[in-house]
């Protein structure tokens, strides 16, 4: 007995012995690694490095042309007491609601109705086409469309009585008309993500549910919503993240204006940093907003139950 007690802990001393202790990576391995390199790279070079550079920056003032100047918490400190920019963040907010929630409103919907009556692919191609032109091109579009005086919307308005309307022009209507250009290039991706999200679903519970008297609207908020909770976060949090970082449509249609209406926070930034070249608050101002991204990523991770499914 003493002897096999001996020879166990001999034995596992040698088997640890000769383990390696650095096994080189298999040949699936050494693939997936040359795969995912060109996107780590890229995120290196140009997310990793510039936030790190920014988050520096932050503390500093800075002209782009003279030394940078080390001020420690000062541009944060002028950052809460700057009335200009609490208006920015209101109208990002504002922006924010309006946009994610009635672009999810209206994707849910259309992918409701094409998943019931149709399984078109030229449909889907239809709905998808916005999507594929860049916020530039969409933004040119629609203003020439818009235009007060040539702009074809307006000629309809005109002839059905309505009158022209300023749109883009108008202090009252420049951010809703930003809205609704963003909706209709947007409102696209996120319905084929939710038609994507609804052919999960088993057909086997709305048959169940019709068995037991359940109406349209019944199985839609008591199987549909609940099923599609994960696509319903995903949509929520890319849209919100995506609503705060809105730019090049302002740039191109109004560049905060008229009278700051559609002056949101990342037009803020790049005032501060490209017009009046004060790097160091505006490096400031990009840190606030990213802080401010991940908490509100955070709850809405945490509301939605994002990693958790019913399927």
């Known amino acids: 007995m003493s002897d096999l007690a ?3 802990p001999s034995v596992a001393s040698q088997g640890l012995k000769s383990a390696p202790f650095f096994r080189m990576p298999g040949r699936e391995t050494r693939a997936a690694f040359l795969f995912i390199l060109p ?4 995120f290196l070079v140009f997310y990793a490095l510039p936030f790190v550079r920014g988050f520096l920056i932050s503390f500093t ?7 940078p100047e080390f001020v420690g918490l000062r541009n944060f400190e002028r950052l809460l007491n700057d009335q200009r920019f609490l208006n920015a963040l209101g109208t990002t ?5 309006i946009n994610v929630s009635v672009q999810i409103l209206l994707a849910l919907l259309l992918a409701a109705f094409i998943h019931r009556f149709t399984q078109s ?43 022209r309307q300023p749109f883009l022009g108008s202090p009252d209507q420049a951010l809703l008309t930003v809205i609704f250009i963003n909706i209709w290039r947007h409102a696209g991706y996120s ?22 008297g359940a109406s349209e609207i019944r199985r839609f908020w008591n199987i549909t919503l609940p099923l599609l909770r994960p696509v319903i976060a995903f949509v929520v949090i890319t849209g919100i993240i995506g609503s705060f970082q809105v730019f090049d449509t302002i740039a191109v249609t109004t560049q905060g204006g008229p009278a700051g209406a559609t002056r949101v926070i990342v037009w803020y930034i790049y005032e501060y940093a490209f017009q009046r070249f004060n790097m160091g608050y505006s490096s400031a101002l990009a840190m606030s907003v990213f802080l401010l991204l991940v908490l509100l990523t955070a709850i809405q991770v945490r509301l939605f139950r994002a990693g958790e499914s019913q399927l």
């Not at 003032?61 to 030394?67: F, K, Q």
């Not at 084929?192 to 169940?208: C, K, N, V, W």
């Open 61 to 67: 003032n800075w002209d782009l042309v003279t030394a």
């Open 121 to 163: 692919i030229v449909v889907r191609a239809i709905i998808i086409v916005p999507y594929l032109l860049s916020n530039v091109v969409v933004a040119l579009l629609w203003m020439w469309m818009i235009d007060p005086r040539l702009g074809i919307v307006n000629e309809l308005l005109m002839t059905l009585g309505i009158g």
């Open 191 to 212: 319905t084929l993500l939710f038609l994507a999200g609804l052919q999960t679903i088993p057909t086997e519970y709305y048959e169940a549910a019709a068995i037991d």
């Open 39 to 42: 996107a780590t790279v890229g």
């Open 6 to 8: 001996n020879t166990v």
């Open 93 to 97: 907010i504002q922006y924010v609601v």
